[in-house]
């Protein structure tokens, strides 16, 4: 059969999570099926290739890896990405970079625990070149850009995808000279688009995305909320790199986890931890005012006709009531799971990494 084409993209400081995304999907992919993965270089040290090499190795011949340099410069003119980088609009590329026929787009932040193979054999419907998951936050194209709809005369209420994960069909963006038309897109719509490269996609591509299951690319706070440890997804950090600082939750204590037993673990001494404490910190003491200001502030625009700020302030006056109602409850849970996490075993090549 056909092997499994991966594409992720990192630099130096994305390497954990590209290591830890990599791992989990050997550790889950169909044992008869190749993979190809190519990851998109941009600045990845060769000490941390190595290691990548050495555990792409350990599963034989029928897993292969490829590094593709990254020129970012193409990308000048844009908005600076994560980590005032360009390196997100790099997947914008693949049809450029990947000789190859369709391919799984996978970002770095993320656990995989799924069998890749079966979203790689999946056959797009007619009329769609594109397949992902919509986006658990941003929902429309106008909550991303109501300018940008308008000037491309699309719905800004039509619906929005998350570009962490995605099947792509690269002869037909090739055929759409898709790279060529997101590089215009960049530089025309420069400052009013939100989120990068993924902007791109869902304008450029409106009406030829298929909507994927939620299982493919679960948010990692919808994971916290969950109230059992099933996995059977991947699994995607969208918060915050759980390896530079994270967010408390099961679903961090489940990167930290796998992230030990593939022999990498997180440094929790460094100063994304410290502020990542504090930030949480804060926010559970400022939550009684919140919860008290918000319905006041609320009132207060319902008395000047401000209905829409007013419901808005309603709105997250209640989050934050049950936030605080919720919140023994939500100890409990969460300590129970974390309890299960703990003694979690994954079925991980490993190689001894030195410091």
Same mark, same amino acid.
């Given at each position: 059969?056909?092997?499994?084409?991966?594409?992720?993209?990192?630099?130096?400081?994305?390497?954990?999570?590209?290591?830890?995304?990599?791992?989990?999907?050997?550790?889950?992919?169909?044992?008869?099926?190749?993979?190809?993965?190519?990851?998109?270089?941009?600045?990845?040290? @060769?000490?941390?290739?190595?290691?990548?090499?050495?555990?792409?190795?350990?599963?034989?011949?029928? &897993?292969?890896?490829?590094?593709?340099?990254?020129? @970012?410069?193409?990308?000048?003119?844009?908005?600076?990405?994560?980590?005032?980088?360009?390196?997100?609009?790099? !997947?914008?590329?693949?049809?450029?970079?990947?000789?190859?026929? !369709?391919?799984?787009?996978?970002?770095?932040?993320?656990?995989?625990? !799924?069998?890749?193979?079966?979203?790689?054999?999946?056959?797009?419907?007619?009329?769609?070149?594109?397949?992902?998951?919509? #986006?658990?936050?941003?929902?429309?194209?106008?909550?991303?850009?109501?300018?940008?709809?308008?000037?491309?005369?699309?719905?800004?209420?039509?619906?929005?995808?998350?570009?962490?994960?995605?099947?792509?069909?690269?002869? @037909?963006?090739?055929?759409?000279?898709?790279?060529?038309?997101?590089? #215009?897109?960049?530089?025309?719509?420069?400052?009013?688009?939100?989120?990068?490269?993924?902007?791109?996609?869902?304008?450029?591509?409106?009406?030829?995305?298929?909507?994927?299951?939620?299982?493919?690319?679960?948010?990692?706070?919808?994971?916290?909320?969950?109230?059992?440890?099933?996995?059977?997804?991947?699994?995607?950090?969208?918060?915050?790199?759980?390896?530079?600082?994270?967010?408390?939750?099961?679903?961090?204590?489940?990167?930290?986890?796998?992230?030990?037993?593939?022999?990498?673990?997180?440094?929790?001494?460094?100063?994304?931890?410290?502020?990542?404490?504090?930030?949480?910190?804060?926010? #559970?003491?400022?939550?009684?005012?919140?919860?008290?200001?918000?319905?006041?502030?609320?009132?207060?625009?319902?008395?000047?006709?401000?209905?829409?700020?007013?419901? &808005?302030?309603?709105?997250?006056?209640?989050?934050?009531?049950?936030?605080?109602?919720?919140?023994?409850?939500?100890?409990?849970?969460?300590?129970?799971?974390?309890?299960?996490?703990?003694?979690?075993?994954?079925?991980?090549?490993?190689?001894?990494?030195?410091?």
């Amino acid at each position: 059969m056909e092997p499994v084409a991966v594409a992720l993209a990192s630099n130096e400081r994305y390497f954990s999570g590209l290591y830890c995304a990599v791992a989990s999907a050997l550790s889950n992919l169909d044992v008869t099926r190749e993979v190809d993965f190519k990851v998109l270089d941009g600045g990845i040290s @060769e000490q941390s290739k190595k290691v990548l090499s050495d555990v792409v190795e350990r599963f034989g011949t029928r &897993a292969r890896l490829v590094f593709v340099p990254i020129d @970012e410069t193409i990308f000048c003119g844009a908005a600076l990405g994560p980590a005032e980088s360009h390196m997100t609009y790099c !997947r914008t590329l693949l049809p450029r970079l990947l000789n190859v026929r !369709r391919v799984i787009y996978l970002d770095c932040d993320l656990l995989v625990f !799924r069998d890749l193979s079966k979203l790689f054999d999946f056959n797009l419907p007619p009329g769609r070149i594109l397949a992902a998951v919509a #986006d658990s936050e941003t929902l429309t194209l106008g909550d991303d850009s109501r300018k940008i709809a308008g000037a491309m005369n699309l719905p800004p209420a039509g619906r929005y995808f998350n570009a962490g994960v995605m099947l792509l069909d690269l002869d @037909e963006l090739r055929r759409e000279n898709f790279s060529e038309r997101s590089l #215009d897109f960049f530089r025309n719509f420069s400052g009013h688009y939100r989120f990068h490269d993924q902007s791109a996609l869902n304008f450029l591509l409106y009406d030829q995305i298929h909507d994927l299951p939620e299982y493919w690319n679960r948010a990692s706070w919808r994971f916290d909320d969950q109230e059992n440890n099933t996995l059977e997804c991947v699994l995607h950090y969208t918060t915050s790199a759980p390896w530079l600082g994270g967010t408390p939750g099961p679903a961090q204590v489940l990167f930290e986890r796998f992230a030990l037993e593939s022999r990498l673990p997180v440094n929790r001494q460094i100063a994304g931890f410290r502020k990542s404490r504090r930030r949480h910190l804060f926010r #559970d003491l400022l939550a009684p005012g919140r919860a008290v200001g918000f319905p006041l502030v609320a009132l207060l625009y319902r008395l000047a006709g401000q209905k829409e700020k007013c419901i &808005a302030y309603r709105k997250a006056g209640r989050y934050w009531l049950n936030y605080i109602r919720k919140s023994p409850a939500r100890r409990r849970l969460r300590r129970r799971r974390v309890r299960e996490i703990a003694r979690m075993k994954f079925n991980v090549s490993t190689v001894s990494i030195s410091a």
